[in-house]
Nanobody
Framework: QLQLVESGGGLVQPGGSLRLSCAAS????????IGWFRQAPGKEREGVSC????????NYADSVKGRFTISRDNAKNTVYLQMNSLKPEDTAVYSC???????????????????WGQGTQVTVSS
């Protein structure tokens, strides 16, 4: 059974950076597409980015394009979300999700994913 654990969240000032990690156990991530989602208080869950199992295809929400970068290291069974130029509106709980898929990922469809981590809090504030 695949298990996902996010880490790397915290408090950062506007303009700062964080790198989130999504570490998998129980199975190799080689065959899984990974999505990052976030949910702020009182708001619906929002797709942030996703990466296919090969790492060759990525997608980003318009709100994070040019600031966030998703990547994966299958040897470490980990997917990363590098977040730069953070804004207060990026404050949310960030969760990663996984689904078996070869060359596609679904950024806007949380229901597509079967496996979820518990989330990590990101707070952007001065």
């Amino acid at each position: 059974q695949l298990q996902l654990v996010e880490s790397g969240g915290g408090l950062v000032q506007p303009g700062g950076s964080l790198r989130l990690s999504c570490a998998a156990s129980g199975s190799t991530l080689d065959y899984y597409a990974i999505g990052w989602f976030r949910q702020a208080p009182g708001k619906e869950r929002e797709g942030v980015s996703c990466i296919d199992s090969t790492g060759g295809s990525t997608n980003y929400a318009d709100s994070v394009k040019g600031r966030f970068t998703i990547s994966r290291d299958n040897a470490k069974n980990t997917v990363y979300l590098q977040m730069n130029s953070l804004k207060p509106e990026d404050t949310a709980v960030y969760s990663c999700a996984a689904e078996v898929s070869y060359a596609v990922c679904a950024m806007d469809s949380p229901d597509w994913y079967d496996y979820w981590g518990q989330g990590t809090q990101v707070t952007v504030s001065s």
